[in-house]
């Protein structure tokens, strides 16, 4: 059985992690209006999103 603990992260921490989630956020902006896919992780399993997605994965099967 796995249990967790509820930790508050230390306020050197959040502040990484609101960094890092900024970074990423204006990353995936930038590539949706360059008309660019991006891979994410979604429901367990890498996932392909964006314009160019069908195109993508067109090409690779």
């Not at 995936?28 to 314009?51: F, N, S």
């Amino acid at each position: 059985m796995k249990t967790s603990q509820k930790v508050t992260p230390s306020k050197e921490s959040q502040i990484l992690l609101e960094s890092l989630q900024k970074a990423v956020a204006q990353t995936l902006e930038k590539k949706r209006r360059l008309g660019q896919y991006a891979v994410i992780w979604k429901d367990g399993k890498p996932a392909v999103m964006g314009e160019d997605e069908q195109n993508s994965t067109e090409s690779s099967t």
